[in-house]
DNA sequence: ACAAAAGTGTTTCGGCTACACCCATGC
DNA sequence: GCATGGGTGTAGCCGAAACACTTTTGT
């Protein structure tokens, strides 16, 4: 596709980001209460327009710095969403994007300033447009990373327990899983280091901290959770 | 994203698609042979323009029967990609999608027309622009989709004998499969039904066809291969 | 008779599951 | 002492993998 592009129609474009965040065992999207017309009132995602001198994976860069304050920050792509009247105001073709975010990293003045706000998984209100299907397919490319892939890098602290990983995986499936054969699991990857200090506020005997080393290995594609 | 669109750029959206087809045990590509500047004589992924009353799926169907005459073709969507210098002939933005399709069934009046031509994937030439990471995305794509959904239904003829879904599946992921474990674990499945005829041309004892049972429920979600 | 694919049966092995059970500690 | 989460051990089960073996038929 190269020839005389200039005689082809052209189209908005835009990005919408689903940032997913992890805060006392619940996965929480951080989403946003549009404070003008149309669909005032109402929650979206948070999107913004690709400019002409960046690339999709850009543009959803800076709409996370814009509202999280947050720079490198993991990004995959999801599914392009472009049915022609899914947005009222015209025609516009939308990359869509899921992020994960530590909470505890981020800029919530900033946040508060875009009338953004942290909303439990199963607690989410209704979207606007096809903001729902945008994300349950997130959520779906999600659980499928997270099945063969062990995650938790990007939205636990540095330091964790293994029941606080079981926890982000158990929110994330929306399902319980063995304390035993979770712990297991994901120590037979060998990906996470022990580290030689405990955490004494979740539990009474105290559960060692471990953390992800930082290995180029790492990505170990593996049978997390086998089916869902 | 809706208020005041007409202020924001506009972009250049192509699609791109990957046509698998399977042929004589070997999994081909179809591909085009350009006969014109710029990158004339070089191979390309087959493409097109979206307009502007039609959704990038649309587009993709269109693009396929201007070239192989088929309809209602299988398709998925891959990755986008944006890179603002992909395409030497201006920024376009290209939604990836890959296809199959029965080889059986396909215009070849049609595909010669447009210099096309089935290339056995691991013979593929050098490709124009990122068209060889595109290739390789759907690869992978259409991989994971054969490791958790019995495949077929959209490559081979409508009768087939386990042979020949298995030396497809040896194609797709170029490696072999024990032919007893995997007869075993196809049947397994519940999702094929056998036929009262033979097939005797492949083999002197003769192998019985099967077809896909088209049943609802044939969305079976299972480990066929179980890593890749 | 032999080769070659079709089709069935069997054994082994590893991993997942479901537990039981001990440990450490705060109350 | 007892409840609670931390952590270890183990028996059973299921499915994948490896491979032996029998069937059928064209040459």
Redesign the interface.
């Known amino acids: 596709?190269?020839?005389s592009?200039?005689q082809?129609?052209?189209?908005?474009?835009?990005v919408?980001c689903i940032i997913f965040g992890y805060e006392k065992d619940i996965l929480k999207v951080l989403l946003s209460h549009r404070r003008?017309?149309?669909?005032q009132g109402d929650w979206s995602l948070i999107?913004?327009?690709?400019?002409?001198?960046?690339?999709?994976?850009k543009a959803a860069e800076r709409v996370l710095v814009e509202i999280t304050g947050l720079k490198d920050i993991y990004l995959e792509?999801v599914?392009?969403f472009?049915?022609?009247d899914r947005?009222?105001?015209?025609?516009?073709?939308?990359?869509v994007f899921y992020a994960m975010i530590r909470l505890d990293k981020h800029d919530s003045v900033l946040a508060e300033k875009h009338g953004t706000g942290w909303i439990a998984y199963n607690k989410i209100p209704k979207l606007v447009?096809d903001h729902e299907q945008m994300l349950l397919a997130a959520h779906e490319k999600l659980k499928l990373k997270a099945s063969y892939e062990l995650i938790g890098q990007n939205l636990l602290p540095t330091k964790f327990t293994l029941t606080q990983l079981r926890k982000l995986y158990e929110a994330i499936f929306q399902r319980k899983f063995d304390p035993g054969n979770f712990r297991k699991k994901v120590l037979s990857l060998g990906m996470l280091e022990k580290q030689t200090d405990k955490n004494t506020s979740d539990s009474k005997k105290g559960a060692y901290y471990y953390r992800f080393e930082n290995k180029e290995e790492n990505l170990i594609?593996?049978?997390i959770v086998?089916?869902f």
Do not use: C
Request: proline share 6%; net charge negative; no cysteine.
């Open positions: 596709m190269s020839d592009h200039y082809y129609p052209k189209h908005h474009v835009a919408d003008f017309q149309p669909a999107g913004g327009w690709i400019r002409e001198e960046e690339t999709a994976e792509q599914e392009v472009s049915k022609l947005d009222p105001g015209g025609r516009v073709i939308s990359i447009f594609r593996d049978n086998k089916r």
